[in-house]
Structures are given as C-alpha cells and as structure tokens.
C-alpha cells in the first residue's frame, strides 16, 4: 500500500473524525499524506480538538495494522477512495459521500450501471420469486443490482442477479469481514467471488441499528433508481426509497394485494408518485437501458435455486398459506415451494377452502382470503 493511499486509511479510521472530519482535512491540506503530518494547531480549527488529540496520538494505529492485514490476506479485497478513477460517479454525487469503502470481489464492477432493489425481510414467496425473477432479468439487461444483504428480499435480489455478468454488489452495514445475518454467509461467500461487498465501516464492526441507515444512503446513491418488492409501512426499505428520491433518482415499486401487509409500503410509495412496476420493460422504460454487458468479464457460475419455504419454522400460519403468499398461485407451483406432491398439497388447500381461508378460481390456481 502506497503512503497516501495508508494516510486515506489512517484519516477514516482515526475515533471521532469521521466521513466529514476526513474530507475537511483533504480539502484543507489538499492531501491525506499531508493533513497527517499536520501539527495539532492547524487540525484542530478544521475538525475540533478531540479528533486532533486522536490523530497526532495515533489512535488508529491498530486498526490500520488490522486492515492492511486483512487486505493483504484477503483474495479480492481492496480500498476504495473518493480519488479513485473509478470510484462511482453516482455516488460522488450525492451529498457526504463515503471518502473510503472496504471492498471485496470482482472490482470492474464498479463500472456498471446499477439498480437498487430492496424490501422486506419478511417477504411472502411471491415476493421473493418477483425479486429473484426482477433482478435476474435487470442484470442480465446491463444493470448491476445493488442491494443491502439482509434476509428476504435482498437477499433474493443478490441470488438472481448473480448468474448474470452484470452481477450484484452488496452495501453491508457490518464490517466487511461479518456478514450479517449469519444464515447468509454462504451467499456472502458467493458474493465476494462472483460479485462485490462494499462497507465503509471498520474491520469488526458488529450489527448495529444506527449504522444501517448509513448503509441505506450508500444503496441509493449508487443507483440510478431503486425499485421496492415488498415493505410494510415500517420498512427501512421505504428509507432507501426516500434517499434515492432525495438523490433525483428513479423510485419504482411492484404492487401487490390489499391484503397483504408486506405489500403497503410499496402502495404508499406509488401514492406518492412512484412508478409502478409490472415488468422488467417498465423499469427500463424509467431508468433507460443499460449497455450490453461485457462477455470476456462474465464469471462462471451455475443459475441459483430459489430456497424452498420451511415448513412450520418461525409462522404464526399455516405453512400452506406462507408459501401462496396473497396472489393467486397454482398447484405445481405450491409443490415445489413447500416440497411436498400434488396430492398432498390438494388436501391441504381443501381443509383450508372448507375453513374459508383459501377460494379457488379458474385455471386451477388458488389465493389466500386473509
């Protein structure tokens, strides 16, 4: 690692500075390398006494050593600065943002044009199938699909765009050597060696709730637009949302039932002026079409499965309502989501008709009443 680019890693790492504390030192002293060999009267007026105290007493030092470890043990990793040539112009643009990124995975990605495509961690099948089947055909399209790495709907989104060339990129709240929740280490792992992980916290940094916001901030800045799945109300998905608005970028949402309520942030949103959204050819028609993806940069890799709903674990309902979700869904489909045969889900969906909980209609297909 060359002296300025140890002196950016000093800077964001150093307690009390920060983002802004960063970038006032860099624009000041018109450097990192030159901001650290300040003494403490000329730090202390751009970014008060505390974080001067912290800088000239080499309050980073272990974390510095923890990192330029990591990045030279770690297959793929790099550092990211606001100077970088490809550092996203997207991002740059908006306001505050991150001067420094840890990273891991296929760099050229930074290149791409990306969509964000976020919802709820407790999605309805339907919802994870639209975020698998939406993400895979955007980046097959040209669009990188960046999403935060939580359970349910972002979780999707990464696993249908990563067949595709354009992959995915993950913005984590965590440190960039946790991945959070644990259940999607593995698809971490996949993301690190076909995609990109970025985050702008430090080595260890744990999940707290003040960071993901942050997080948020960095999905929508990346992104020309940011299409909702699925969100209650309550959603930090409707926060993305909001940011990427903020940002002057597209904001598109796929509605679903009235009564599914997973499904009314997405209605509150289109209320709102979001576009809605049927197909992938509506998103495209808002935010453009991307350039074709580059083959000779195309990693090898096998189409993901959708995850089978588990039976019982963690519902209030029963396991046959959780995998219809609230539009109409027919048997084969029900079969191959709870892994059960044609008959056996028959029965069920007939006890469940006689309990006035699920109405039939034509074609065969089925639909939740509650």
């Not at 300040?38 to 974080?51: C, K, M, S, W």
């Not at 399209?141 to 709907?153: D, N, P, R």
């Not at 259940?183 to 993901?212: V, Y």
């Not at 006890?351 to 209609?361: D, H, K, M, Q, Y």
Request: with cysteine; charged share 20%; aromatic share 4%.
């Amino acid at each position: 690692m060359d002296a300025e680019r140890r002196a950016w890693l000093t800077l964001a790492l150093t307690p009390g500075l920060g983002p802004v504390g960063l970038l006032k030192l860099i624009g000041a002293f018109g450097s990192a390398g030159v901001a650290l060999g300040a003494r403490r009267a000329q730090l202390a007026p751009h970014i008060g006494e505390e974080a001067a105290d912290a800088l000239i007493a080499g309050a980073a030092k272990e974390r510095v050593e923890a990192a330029e470890a990591w990045l030279d043990g770690t297959q793929g990793a790099f550092l990211l600065t606001l100077l970088d040539d490809d550092y996203p112009a997207q991002l740059a643009e908006t306001h505050g943002p991150p001067p420094l990124l840890f990273a891991r995975g296929r760099r050229e990605l930074l290149g791409f044009p990306k969509l964000a495509v976020v919802g709820s961690r407790n999605a309805t099948p339907q919802g994870l199938d639209n975020a698998r089947a939406f993400s895979r055909e955007l980046a097959k399209a040209g669009y990188s699909i960046v999403s935060g790495l939580a359970s349910g709907i972002d979780a999707a989104a990464h696993e249908g765009a990563l067949a595709a060339p354009a992959s995915t990129i993950a913005v984590i709240g965590t440190g960039i050597d946790r991945i959070y929740p644990a259940r999607n280490r593995e698809l971490g792992l996949r993301l690190a060696e076909h995609g990109l992980i970025l985050s702008e916290f430090p080595l260890g940094t744990g999940a707290l709730a003040h960071n993901f916001p942050r997080r948020n901030r960095i999905i929508a800045g990346l992104s020309v637009g940011c299409l909702v799945v699925e969100a209650s109300v309550e959603s930090g998905s409707l926060i993305t949302a909001r940011l990427a608005a903020e940002a002057g970028r597209e904001v598109l949402a796929i509605p679903g039932s009235i009564h599914n309520p997973q499904s009314r942030g997405c209605h509150r949103l289109i209320k709102d002026g979001a576009k809605l959204v049927e197909t992938v050819d509506d998103v495209l028609a808002e935010v453009g079409r991307a350039p074709a993806p580059l083959a000779h940069i195309a990693p090898e890799k096998t189409e993901t499965r959708p995850q089978a709903v588990e039976r019982g674990e963690g519902l209030a309902e029963p396991p046959l309502l959780a995998a219809m979700g609230y539009d109409p869904v027919d048997v084969d489909t029900l079969s191959v989501r709870l892994k059960l045969t044609a008959g056996e889900v028959y029965a069920m969906l007939l006890e469940l008709e006689l309990e006035g909980c699920v109405a039939g209609l034509p074609g065969g297909r089925f639909q939740r009443l509650s």
